[in-house]
Each structure stands twice: as C-alpha cells, then as structure tokens.
C-alpha cells in the first residue's frame, strides 16, 4: 500500500531546521518509511548544487522539484527532465528592480550555478547557506544561457517596497512569489512547486497514487494545493496553515517529518487505514 503514496516535502523551513542540517530523527523515519515501500521526494526552491548533498544523503531516487517549480531533475539519472526558462523581459525587470531598489542583492539561477549580479548583506547569508560557489558578474555580462529563476535579496524591513515596485510595473509574463522574510523571486508565468508537482504526477506517478506534500512559505501553497494531501509544519505561515490539510504539532527545528511519517504510519494499523489519503 506504501508503495502508492509519494511524500514530498520542501526543505528549508520544513524538512531542514534552522541549522540546514538534517536531523537524525528525520533521517532515520524517511529511511524507515522507504524501507517499507514509501516513496520519498522534494520539492525546493534551491538549485541542482545546493540541492543536491541533501538528496545524496537522503540517497533520493525518485524525481525532484527544483527552482521553486521550473525544473524537474532525476538524481539516478542525474539529467533534467524538465525546465521552463524566464522569458527574454527577465533582464529588463533586473536592470529595472537594480536601479530603483537600493541595496538589493540579485543572484540568476541557471541549470549550470549561480550567478551573482549584485550582492549584499542578505545574499551573502543565502549563499553561505546554500553552500555554493558563485559567479559574480555585472547584468551586462551575463552569460547568454536560459535563466530558470531570479532571487532578490532585501532587509525583511525593506520587503514591502521592493513588492509595491515590482507589483507598480505590471510586467507580463513572469510571476513573483516571497520564499521568506528576505527573499522575493522570479519565475515564467504560472510557473510554481505545484504547476511542477502536476507533470510530475502525470509522468512520474499511476492514477491510483496518492501524494502527500509538506511546505512553510508562500512559494509552497500551491504545491499543499495540488497534492492529495497538503501537510504544513507548526513554523509555517498562516498562508500556508488556511490551505493546509493537516497542520503539524512539531515545527521545522523539532523533527516535522517525522512527526508525519509516524502518524501515517499509526493509522495504517487501524483496520480502516487512513481515511485523510
């Protein structure tokens, strides 16, 4: 019965704690959940390198979701299956956002690294925690190379006037989602973890599989929505708890998914099984 049910989950703020380090208590239910036939994946906002020691300690087979919906990676394979780049108008909207927003840090997502086109205080947090090597380069010397998605760093405080600018503009073809208190990001029009999660179902999953899905942000509202089963941890925002199925009693930094795993688990040993799947 496991075996038709696919449990996806974003990592940071809800499969990772604070620490971006994860638990042995988390570890130790994913491995017991797959040893019993359970399918185990991720949905991230995070690129193929700062992805990819997580799902190689978590030794992830099945498909992944990556760049908050715009790729879709198989790591036994280790090839995409599936991308959907920014539109040209992406370049505008950084040269627009770089000279009227002070102090935003800006990094492109492409399939091969990040590039970094103006740093600050907060992009240099995120890219010490997602532990990659960047390439620093002035917009006008970008690569020429499809982008997958846009990170604009900015003070918490300083959040509501990059989002009324950008909200001002009206640009088409693009969407804009807040992935935390600091991080505001673009992707192609309608492109979200949920879009992803709905060819990931048609191509990586049977009609008769069920998925459960577990996220804390904004960015992760359509991926609870589009699920079977949406899941939010104690930390998640009021956003995402109002579409959630089922919150969670633990938080991020106090073992969530494991938390999950063995209330699925429980209910499996009642004769009826789980009536919430």
């Known amino acids: 019965m496991l075996e038709n049910i696919l449990l996806i989950t974003d990592l940071d703020g809800t499969c990772l704690p604070s620490s971006k380090i994860i638990s042995d208590e988390n ?26 020691r997580y799902w190689d300690e978590l030794e992830i087979t099945d498909p992944v979701i990556l760049y908050n919906g715009s790729a879709i990676y198989d790591p036994e394979h280790q090839k995409f299956i ?27 997502l492409c399939t091969d690294g990040t590039y970094v086109v103006q740093n600050n205080f907060y992009e240099k947090q995120h890219i010490e925690y997602c532990q990659v090597s960047p390439v620093y380069c ?54 979200t973890k949920g879009s992803a999660l709905d060819i990931y179902r048609k191509r990586f999953c049977k009609p008769e599989d069920k998925i459960i899905s577990v996220g804390d942000y904004d960015n992760d509202i359509e991926l609870l929505q589009n699920a079977d089963y949406g899941v939010a941890p104690a930390n998640a925002q ?8 089922y919150v969670l009693q633990n938080s991020c930094d106090n073992n969530a998914i494991a938390e999950l795993i063995s209330r699925i688990l429980s209910e499996f040993k009642s004769m009826e099984g789980p009536k919430w799947i």
């Open 138 to 191: 002035d917009i006008y010397n970008m690569p020429d190379k499809d982008w997958l998605k846009v990170l604009f760093a900015v003070s918490p405080y300083e959040m509501s006037d990059l989002i009324s600018f950008i909200q001002s503009k009206g640009w088409e073809d693009i969407c804009f989602v807040q992935s935390t208190a600091s991080y505001y990001e673009m992707s192609s029009l309608n492109i």
């Open 238 to 245: 009021d956003s995402v708890k109002q579409v959630a199925d």
């Open 27 to 52: 570890k130790q239910a994913i491995n017991y959940w797959r040893s019993l036939g359970g399918r185990f994946s991720i949905a991230t906002g995070r690129t193929i390198q700062s992805a990819k």
């Open 82 to 108: 599936y991308t959907k780049p920014l539109p040209s108008i992406a370049k505008d909207v950084v040269i627009d956002v770089q000279k009227n927003i002070s102090d935003v840090g800006i990094e492109i």
